[in-house]
């Protein structure tokens, strides 16, 4: 069995990477096992100056994707800057919790209104991820090594850029670099569609995906997920998804958190 190497380039609060989660949650499901993730925290804005310009690219991200999004957070009480939450997954990643930090910080800024800016609000969200230790993850919140572990992340997705995006001085996001031990290296930039991320993955010699997930086993192996992740983690193109899903509700098997913006959050009842 060959390890898929992921490194993602993302940062918590950029639309975009949250539209991706559908290529994130189906490389985990159908390389189960074999897929091995680095997330890099590219620091999208040390200042959000136009909130409302985020705001478009947020509802663009979830019409674009059927991710469900509230916008309000950004005409209510926009992030000051998403640094905070970058350095909020670095620290989980001292417990190897930043992918589920990460995660964690997408949904409460795209979903649940959430600033995500502040310790405060960083330790409410870190309470809620399993396994945590929350004392622990306060400890590296405040230290100077998470600042350093974060400024080399900046530098790399500063540096790594392939020629075609070296003008915009970065990596976009989102940005996926897929390897197995020994093989060339194949870079997914500026794509959120699952299709060419698991293509990717062949590419490097992951070979093929495992079978789809069951709805039920999908729901007990992440917990929560959005109608277009089901889709892609159990292959249920159209209106399958939904479909199914309101069925499993309706049988007391699935359990929906509407999103205020539009669309909904399972998990299992």
Same mark, same amino acid.
């Given at each position: ?65 059927? &991710? ?95 020629? &075609? ?11 996926? &670099? ?92």
């Amino acid at each position: 069995m060959r390890v898929l190497f992921v490194t993602c380039s993302t940062d918590p609060a950029c639309p975009w990477s949250w539209a991706a989660e559908p290529a994130v949650r189906a490389l985990e499901a159908r390389f189960a096992g074999r897929a091995a993730f680095t997330y890099v925290m590219g620091g999208l804005a040390r200042e959000f100056k136009r909130p409302v310009e985020t705001l478009a690219h947020v509802l663009d991200a979830g019409a674009a994707s059927g &991710q469900p999004v509230d916008g309000r957070l950004w005409l209510e009480r926009p992030p000051r800057s998403s640094h905070p939450a970058c350095l909020a997954v670095k620290a989980a990643a001292e417990q190897r919790l930043d992918g589920p930090m990460l995660r964690a910080l997408r949904v409460a800024l795209m979903c649940r209104r959430r600033s995500c800016d502040t310790s405060d609000g960083l330790m409410d969200v870190a309470r809620g991820v399993a396994g945590m230790n929350v004392d622990r993850f306060a400890v590296d919140l405040a230290s100077n090594a998470i600042v350093e572990s974060f400024g080399a992340d900046v530098e790399y997705v500063r540096t790594a850029a392939p020629e &075609q995006h070296g003008d915009r001085g970065r990596l976009p996001f989102p940005s996926f &670099q897929l390897r197995c031990e020994g093989g060339e290296e194949v870079g997914v930039f500026d794509e959120w569609h699952v299709a060419p991320v698991l293509d990717a993955a062949r590419r490097v010699g992951a070979g093929e995906p495992d079978p789809p997930l069951g709805l039920d086993e999908a729901l007990a192996r992440f917990g929560l997920l959005t109608t277009p992740e089901v889709a892609a983690i159990c292959d249920l193109p159209g209106p399958r998804a939904p479909a199914e899903l309101w069925r499993a509700a309706a049988e007391w098997r699935a359990r929906a958190e509407p999103v205020a913006g539009g669309g909904t959050l399972w998990s299992a009842a």
